[in-house]
């Protein structure tokens, strides 16, 4: 085999593993959060399928696929069936620049954990994230009914003001690490926690997290859906598979921006303390998880945000902090002590 | 001789022209709307296969991701549906320039094509991050630049105070 054919099998290999990683992970993550908010209600949760309810994903799932596909008469046939598809396309994309390990040494080779390593590694999310909007835009269009195009019309509104703030909270990160690599990044934070982002750039972190719970439309920002006022949102008419399929979307969305915010802002691989306890993908896994359960926390504690509060917030209070947030970091950089 | 990059090349093309016939000849414009997003990220991956995946990600950016985002959003808001055909196909005069400004087009490009060189377009040029931050933000064309930026703030805050007369 040439070296090219070599670097091709590691890469399907690469993609072929994190996909059925992602798809395992989806599946948990429904079962984890239907139980941990249900403990934060003082319910129980599902918890007769299996020990602990732990088989409820796999009960749904086969639920899921053998339900009917129905489709409004009045929908857009096109576009109602790619919409599920643009969206779990942009969703599984986006992951592709995510590192989650440093250089591992395996059969003589150099292989690195992760499957695209793009000198503009940021850029590349911000681009993907920006077109995962089409996807629901499309879905809520499509159907051909008042609350999907309700839906719709947040969710194109939301994610574009959020995505600003999203991309310009990376700034002050990408001019400390001086690049747009995601591994760069990673590494510049490099000798124990409080040389983690998350120290380093508060005000970006915070900023952060506001804007990607946003930009996944996780409450306390999931207008695009809100069952209390448009049924379903951009999702009603859609059933089945394809439901399914918008469902799994938005948890690997989820994952990525949890993947993300601990790579950016949590130093990723890295170890809290380098001298005792060594650097291990491990790390990564557990900075992970517990941001997933952030996400899962804050939605069984915050209340949805009314959608004129939600567009002031974003315009009014996230932007002009990231901007500042940009402009003291660039004078760090640019003027040393 | 045929690389896997002139492969990708091919259908890329292929799929921005087809994409960008759509656009103009639909009658609906969510779907004209849609096809436009498809053109601008083919386009984006010819330019990603030119071995500059930055500009690449600043097309699809600024292009495909925040400016269609608003033409969908009016759209949507607006909720258009498919033009009158009747409207607008009536008067000979049109139809005439409309034959006449096409003759031009196949005209011009056909000038270009018989130009051109026939191999393909010269690939692994610089244009990194860094590469065009440092042409933007030197001699000839920072003037230009700031001036852009500024009329560009100009027309935003323009926009906001026509939009919202009591602010």
Redesign the interface.
């Known amino acids: 085999m040439t070296a090219l054919q070599q670097e091709l099998v590691i890469t399907v290999v690469k993609v072929l593993v994190l996909f059925n990683v992602l798809l395992g992970l989806f599946s948990l993550m429904t079962y984890v959060e239907r139980r941990v908010l249900a403990f934060m209600q003082f319910r129980l949760g599902p918890n007769r399928t299996g020990p602990f309810g732990i088989l409820q994903p796999v009960a749904d799932g086969i639920k899921l696929f053998f339900k009917e596909e129905v489709a409004p008469a009045g929908a857009n046939k096109w576009?109602f069936v790619a919409a599920p598809a643009v969206s779990i396309v942009t969703a599984f994309l986006s992951i592709a620049v995510v590192p989650y390990g440093g250089t591992v040494h395996l059969f003589g080779r150099d292989i690195s954990l992760q499957i695209a390593d793009?000198?503009?590694g940021v850029?590349?999310l911000?681009?993907?994230s920006?077109?995962s909007?089409?996807g629901i835009?499309?879905a809520?269009?499509a159907a051909n009914n008042k609350y999907t195009?309700m839906g719709?019309?947040r969710s194109?509104?939301q994610?574009?003001s959020y995505?600003l703030a999203l991309g310009m909270s990376w700034v002050g990160v990408i001019m400390l690490a001086q690049s747009?690599r995601v591994a760069d990044i990673v590494e510049s934070q490099a000798g124990g926690f409080w040389h983690w982002n998350f120290f380093r750039q508060v005000l970006g972190f915070l900023i952060y997290v506001v804007a990607a719970t946003a930009e996944v439309n996780r409450t306390p920002f999931d207008l695009p859906e809100a069952e209390t006022e448009l049924v379903a949102g951009f999702h009603t008419e859609y059933s089945s598979m394809r439901f399914a399929l918008l469902q799994m979307a938005e948890y690997v969305n989820m994952i990525t921006a949890s993947a993300l915010g601990s790579n950016l802002f949590l130093g990723g691989w890295l170890s809290p303390l380098p001298q005792f306890i060594p650097d291990s993908p491990l790390w990564f896994v557990l900075k992970l998880f517990v941001c997933l359960f952030f996400f899962i926390w804050l939605r069984g504690t915050v209340p949805r945000i009314r959608y004129d509060q939600l567009m002031d917030f974003g315009w009014k209070v996230l932007v002009p902090l990231a901007a500042l947030n940009a402009l003291l970091t660039g004078a760090v950089v640019v003027f040393p002590r | 001789m045929t690389t896997p990059d002139a492969v990708l090349f091919y259908v890329f093309a292929a799929v921005t022209l087809a994409s960008a016939l759509v656009v103009v000849g639909q009658r609906n414009p969510m779907y004209s709307a849609f096809a436009l997003i498809v053109t601008l990220c083919s386009l984006s991956a010819i330019f990603g296969l030119l071995g500059s995946p930055f500009i690449a990600v600043l097309q699809v950016i600024v292009y495909a991701g925040a400016i269609m985002v608003l033409f969908l959003f009016v759209l949507m808001l607006l909720n258009v549906k498919a033009e009158d055909a009747a409207e607008g196909s009536g008067s000979g005069i049109l139809k005439g320039v409309g034959v006449a400004l096409a003759a031009m087009l196949v005209v011009q490009v056909g000038i270009v094509l018989q130009h051109a060189g026939r191999g393909m377009a010269a690939s692994g040029f610089d244009a990194s991050a860094r590469r065009v931050a440092h042409v933007l933000f030197s001699a000839p064309y920072v003037y230009v630049f700031e001036a852009t930026s500024v009329l560009i703030l100009t027309a935003l805050v323009g926009a906001v105070a026509l939009a919202k007369k009591e602010l």
């Open positions: 576009l793009l000198d503009v850029l590349f911000f681009a993907i920006s077109l909007v089409y835009v499309m809520g269009w195009l719709g019309l194109s509104a994610m574009f995505e747009f």
